[in-house]
């Protein structure tokens, strides 16, 4: 081999060990950036899996209220007819203590 083939053999091995290097550099690059985005999965449906949590409690509570509505308003309507009742009795009474 002449000094010129020994000089781009030179070349050409000095340009693999730089390719090689990139292809190592990228790998790291590629498995940090996997890393991250399994990191940022996992972020995500643990607040997702929070958000339906919160949803549930939500949906719990206002069936819930909705229950007490329910009652509070049943108990006005007996109210309103035990009222209604009184007043015909004081009306019937008042009546007969007319006559």
């Given at each position: ?27 790291l690059r590629t498995d940090s950036n996997a ?47 035990r009222q209604a009742r009184m007043i015909e009795?004081?009306n019937r009474l008042e009546q007969r203590l007319?006559?």
């Amino acid at each position: 081999m002449n000094n010129g083939e020994n000089s781009r053999l030179d070349r050409l091995e000095t340009l693999a060990e730089k390719i090689l290097e990139g292809l190592a550099e990228t790998r790291l690059r590629t498995d940090s950036n996997a890393r991250s985005i399994e990191a940022l999965t996992n972020e995500g449906r643990i607040a997702r899996n929070r958000l339906y949590e919160a949803m549930t409690r939500l949906a719990a509570a206002q069936a819930t209220f909705w229950e007490i509505q329910s009652d509070y308003y049943q108990h006005l309507e007996q109210i309103d007819e035990r009222q209604a009742r009184m007043i015909e009795l004081l009306n019937r009474l008042e009546q007969r203590l007319a006559e």
